[in-house]
Structures are given as C-alpha cells and as structure tokens.
C-alpha cells in the first residue's frame, strides 16, 4: 500500500505492519493490540486474515480465529506523507477499555534515520496545576496524551503519532527508547487522566472501534505537527470565528478585583480603557473585550450585569462573563440542601459519582455529570440568561471535570470523554453564536467547542517565570491554533511588581501567541500610564491582531521555552528573542535556521522603531528578563512564483511547473479541498527549492473520483 511518500508493508501472515517513508523504514514493525474484558489480544494471536479494499485510498485486513471477536484493523492512505490507521472489534457484545491500532515492541522498532539530537515530545492533557510540555531525550519513558514528536532537532527530521478522532476515548501514546530509537511504542485509546480516580471506562458493542490514529514523518517535524493538527480537521471542524482575536481586559488579574470585583470597579475599568486605551490603538477590529471573571457572576446583580452591558456597549467594547459548567463549589453535605438553578434537582442529585457512589473532586470542586437532565437545565438556565443579558464573551472554566471518568446518568455514555463531548455540544448549542467561547483550564481535545483555549493557566502577572511558563506551551503547542481559532496566553498585568524588562517580555509574550488581554488596575495613575506604555504600542499591536502563534526556531528545551521564534506574515518576517535569565545575554538569530530565504533584510525592532541591515544572521543583545520582536522585510523586494503549466504523469499523476521564484528559496506545496480555508489550515504535500533560474516543479499523485483540489504555492 502506497501513496506519495508512504509505503506500508503489511505481512498476512504475522499480522505485523512496516511503514516507510520515502523508501526509508520508520516502523520496522507494528501490530494492534485489544484490551477485551476477557484478556488482552494482539494480531498475533490470529491465524487468518484476509483483506479488502474499502474505497480508493482505505484497505481493511480483518483477522479471523475460534473463540476470539474478529479483528479489523483499517488504513487510510489519504496524504503524501502520513496515513491514518484503527482497530474494530467485531463479535457478540465485546467491550474493552484499551485499543491500540499501533503496538510496537521490538528493539529499535521506530527510527526515525538521524541521531544528532533526538527528542521525544511529552504532551499534558490539559493546562491545570501547571502543566508543561517536554521535549525530553528520546532515550526516556512515559505516556503522553494524545499525540507525540519523536524527531531529530538538528535535522528536525521526525515522526508524529496520536488521535485525530476524539468523540468516545481519551488515548495516549507511551514510549520506552535506548540508543536513539524506540523500543516499544503504543499509539492507543484508553488513557485516563491525570485527574481520573477510576479506570478509563470500557466501550462495549457487537463492533467496537479505537480512534483513528495518525501516524507521519517529514523533513521537519513542525511541519508534521501542522499536517496532523490539519487531519483533525477533516474529522471535526474547528469553531468558527471571523471577527478577529479578542483585545481586551479580564477582571482576575490582580487581587482588588478578582474574588472582590464590583460593579462599581467593573464600570471603571470600562471608562478607563474608553478614555486611555481605546482611542490610540488598543483595539481590534473597532473594539475591546472588557470580562468579568469568576465572582463576576455573583457579586453582581441581575440588574448590574445588564447595566454593565449596557455601559459596555455604549463605550464601543464587548461584554464578557464567567462560567463553570461541570462543577459544584459548595460541599458534599451542602449539595444535598442546594438546588441546582433552572433545575428540579439538588446538586447531591447530578455529582458524578464512582462505581461505590461517592462523589468525585478536584481542584476543591465537585464534578458534575455532564449527562444529567439537572446539568443540561442548570447550563441551559445560566446560558440563556447570559445570552439575554447580551454578554458577548464567556469564559468556560475548569472544563476538565466533565472529562472525568465516572458512572453516568446516560447509561448509554460509558466514558469521560464521551460525556464531556455531549455536555460541550448542549452547551454551545444554548450558546448559539451569540458569544465567543474562551475554554480555560480544559482537555486539549476535543477542541470544537471553543474559539479558543489557554494554552497556559494562571500566568497572569507579568513577571519572567511565568513568561517562560507560557513559552514553554508555545514552543510545542503552537499548532493548537490550526485547531482552535485561537490560543490564549492568559493576561498580561504590569501592575505589582515586575520590572520594565518583564512587562516588555510578557506583552511579547501575548503578542505572539494569539488571545491579547490585560489585567491590570487601570483605575489609578500608575497602573494607567503602565497600560498605555505597553498597550498602545502601534507595532506590536499590529502583530498580535494577526492572531496567529510564532513557530519555535528550536525543540529541544526539555520542560523550558525556547528562545528564539518566528512567524511569516505576508512578505515580512518577524521573529520574537526572549532571555529568561536574571543576567544580560546576547542571542544569534540564524536567519537560515528560522526559515527565512537567502538575502538582505532590514530588521526593525517593534519596541523602538530602530532599524538595521541583516543577513544570514544577527545578535541581539537582551537585558535580564527581557524579550525583543523585530520585523524583518527583504531589502530588494519579493518575487512572485506562479504556475505555468499542468500535465499528466502516467497514471494518477500531475506534473505541475512554474516561473519566477526567487533562486535557492524553499517553497511548500499546500493543498486543500476547501478554497475557503485559511493556508493555516491545509496540508502541506511537498517541500523544494526553486533551482538557479527560480523555477520549481513537483507532481502530485490524483485519485480516480477523488473531490476537487486546489494547490497552493507557499514561499518563506
């Protein structure tokens, strides 16, 4: 089975399965493997299969022996340089809690072909009790969540692996390697939480199926990471949004307001922007989001959260609110006393209990059952009296209680992940469009029910630590915006404490990750005169109202951040430095190395306006704690590559030529069904470089039926 530059070799009669790339083996050999309540079985059990082709990129080898369900194991050969596997289970009311399309257990199993320095990715579940990513030795052991990297980060040659379907299972991809290779690697479903006090639970049917899984290898595993974000896509769609990254202001971000927020501060914080920040350029798209956050809710009346809407409004800004769906915060004996609002239920009644019937709890609140009548009338009660009011913003928090696992309600629903997708669905479709929907502490998939989600929590306060906190997420979370509208830095507040250095790094920081909130005072001189330093500052706005987070220059900072990142932006460049360090440093930004063409540049630095000539490479200087951004444009001009010719090569192919790019640049070839989509969001099919003359070539292999496509030529 063939397509591009992916080759899977399956063997009949042993049930195990190679994967090569570009003729090179990846995966030497890998088979499935079942937790059935009976016993775990692998292919290796069978002793018959035959195979199928199920349409024109899909083969389906179903595997046969006495006493056993049949085994399905499914591969669809979709993209140039990944394919999609899963594993079915088919026989009378089988049920099990593990699936793994993917097991491989054998020494050197997975290389990935270069072994300068090899890293394999960990990835939290979600952003609580301050999570990080880590980009650890490949020679390491654990269990990610959902999806991981094992790649070369000199040669950023690397291997993608994880979940792109996300509706019933909670999945995981646990690792052991020695010697720069795998020796074992198990891409599968059935990976409780860290927060789960119960086994993940048990899928159970006449077919039962595991996620589809993803598994790629490219050139640049950033890249790969980017294409798988994109298969998620193909199943899920991302929620839509088309009125631009949010600037604004969140009430939690200093201690006279949070628990403490009146209505009073909240109207003055509202005027304070409309007179100091609104009119020079603190805003997007004509306006600013000001939010209240948790007590918001409480410490106001019904009538001042209409007023405050009201106020809002007339001063040209959005209304946001707070909300946690899938908690009680009140005790166990006081959630028998207690009725749920909007419902005929006491909270006692819809707590998500374990298989003994005691209520579960994390981070000092009670879960609920996302499935429970009382829940759905309790979110429908408090969404539509939002809605009513006219909020135009709602933070969802601590999300991650409805993922838990537990005994639900709906005894249709026997996982977590299961009931949170329908509690999120009942949820947005109360919502209706009428609000953005900002996911806080929540499960980083799945992903369709907001437009966007902190990519890290509770870094509010400016100071360095927890700039490199958040960092450390957008050094390997960046892709999470091809998935959610948005990621959210959480807010940048330069009041209490932090240096001028710090505040110039955390509004960087924000900048370059997506979401672009404040959360300072704002109602006395100081606190003023520091947002209108940091806030208006024509340059770096204009940066974060693109909304797009930087791609890290380098993967291999273990639990830190990098220090260097960057992001195309039309035909300019701008690439972000950061020194996390208590002591000055100097940084040298290999132009090459973040992906930028042969040729001269002038470099302005956004903070100051001074410009200077680069090539190839140039140092920064950095203070303690400080980041700087800088725009690069080429000196000369840009080159405009076009297409000049399609042709057929043989069968299922096109030969595509084209003219007029600039000698020695690299381009991408994108494509995408949908002409619609953002270039963000299409696959990546092929990377080259223009020859002396500046044309280029590539050919595409077609399928016969297949939908239309469209091409996509992308230069640096």
């Known amino acids: 089975m063939s397509n591009g530059n992916v080759q899977l070799q399956y063997d009949l009669s042993a049930g195990m399965t190679a994967f090569l790339w570009q003729n090179s083996p990846k995966i030497s050999a890998f088979y499935a493997g079942v937790g059935l309540g009976s016993g775990y079985v692998t292919g290796n059990d069978f002793s018959h299969r035959t195979w199928s082709i199920v349409s024109s990129n899909e083969v389906a080898v179903t595997a046969h022996a006495a006493g056993l369900p049949d085994m399905t194991q499914y591969f669809t050969l979709d993209q140039n340089d990944s394919f999609l596997t899963s594993v079915s289970m088919s026989g009378s009311n089988a049920s099990a809690n593990w699936m793994g399309p993917v097991v491989v257990s054998t020494n050197g199993g997975v290389d990935i072909g270069s072994y300068n320095d090899d890293r394999a990715l960990f990835v939290p579940f979600d952003n609580d009790d301050f999570a990080r990513y880590n980009a650890m030795s490949i020679n390491s052991s654990t269990v990610s969540y959902e999806v991981s990297a094992f790649y070369d980060n000199t040669t950023r040659n690397g291997l993608v692996v994880g979940s792109v379907t996300h ?18 690697m198990n891409v599968f479903a059935g990976n409780p939480s860290p927060w789960d006090v119960m086994p993940h639970g048990f899928v159970t049917g006449n077919v039962i199926s595991s996620p589809t899984m993803f598994v790629g290898f490219g050139g640049d595993w950033r890249t790969v990471m980017e294409n798988y ?20 202001w969140n009430s939690w971000g200093v201690t006279n307001y949070q628990s403490h927020i009146t209505y009073a501060a909240a109207i003055a914080v509202s005027d304070s922007i409309h007179t100091n920040l609104q009119p020079y350029g603190f805003t997007n798209e004509g306006t600013v989001y000001v939010n209240l956050d948790s007590y918001g809710t409480y410490n106001l009346t019904t009538s001042q959260l209409q007023n405050f809407v009201s106020h809002c409004h007339a001063n040209g800004q959005k209304a946001g609110i707070y909300f946690t769906p899938f908690t ?22 819809i707590l998500l209990q374990t298989t003994n019937g005691s ?31 006219g909020f135009d913003y709602i933070k969802l928090d ?28 009942f949820l947005l479709n109360q919502v209706a469009g009428k609000m953005f929907i900002s996911e806080s502490i929540a499960p980083l998939f799945p992903y369709q029910y907001g437009h966007s989600r ?22 390997y979370g960046w892709w999470l915006d091809r998935l959610y509208p948005f990621n959210d830095p959480d807010m940048m507040v330069f009041d209490n404490g ?37 806030l208006t500052n024509a340059a770096i706005d204009a940066v974060a109202r693109v909304g797009q987070s930087f791609t890290p220059v380098e ?50 630095n956004l903070w100051d306006g001074t410009v200077t000539t680069v090539s190839n490479s140039f140092n920064v200087s950095l203070n303690a704690r400080q980041a700087k951004l800088f725009r690069l444009a080429l000196a000369n001009g840009v080159p405009s590559p076009e297409f000049v010719s399609v042709t057929p090569a043989g069968m299922g192919g096109l030969i595509f030529n084209g003219s007029n790019g600039a000698p020695g640049w690299n381009y991408r070839v994108l494509v995408s069904t949908n002409l619609a989509l953002p270039a963000s969001q299409w696959l990546s099919i092929a990377t080259n470089t223009f020859d002396e003359n500046g044309n280029f070539d590539f050919t595409d292999s077609v399928t016969l039926y297949a939908p239309q496509q469209f091409y996509l030529l992308e230069t640096p």
């Open 167 to 184: 509706d019933v299972w909670k999945s995981g991809v646990y690792f052991s390697g020695s010697n720069n290779q795998l020796n074992q």
């Open 359 to 389: 209520a579960i709890s994390y981070d000092s609140a009670l879960a609920l059952d996302p499935t429970h009548p009382g829940t759905k009338e309790l979110i429908l009660n408090q969404i539509s009296g939002l809605v009513t009011d």
């Open 454 to 475: 902190r990519i890290a929590c509770d870094a509010y306060t400016s100071f360095i630590s927890n700039t490199e906190y958040t960092m450390n997420s957008v050094t």
């Open 555 to 604: 993967g291999n900072t273990g639990t830190t951040a990098a220090n260097i990142f960057e992001r195309q932006d039309g035909i300019t460049w701008c690439i972000a430095v950061f020194n996390y360090t208590s002591s000055a440093t100097n940084e040298t930004v290999n132009l090459s190395r973040a992906g930028l063409p042969p040729g001269d540049f002038t470099a302005t």
């Open 328 to 349: 009680y915060w009140g005790t166990l004996a006081q959630s028998s006393n207690q009725v749920a609002p909007g419902s005929g239920y006491h909270y006692s009644d």
């Open 229 to 248: 974000a994109a298969e998620n896509t193909e199943f899920a769609p991302p929620l839509v949004w088309t009125n631009g990254v949010p600037f604004g």
């Open 498 to 534: 932090p240096n001028s250095n710090e505040d110039q790094s955390r509004l960087i920081n924000c900048a370059i990750t997506g979401v672009f909130l404040n959360g300072s005072i704002l109602t006395n001189s100081a606190s003023i005169a520091l947002a209108e330093t940091y």
């Open 398 to 425: 601590f999300l991650s209680h409805g993922a838990l696992e537990g005994v639900h309600y709906d005894t249709n629903v026997t996982t977590g992940i299961e009931a949170y997708n329908q509690g999120m669905q």
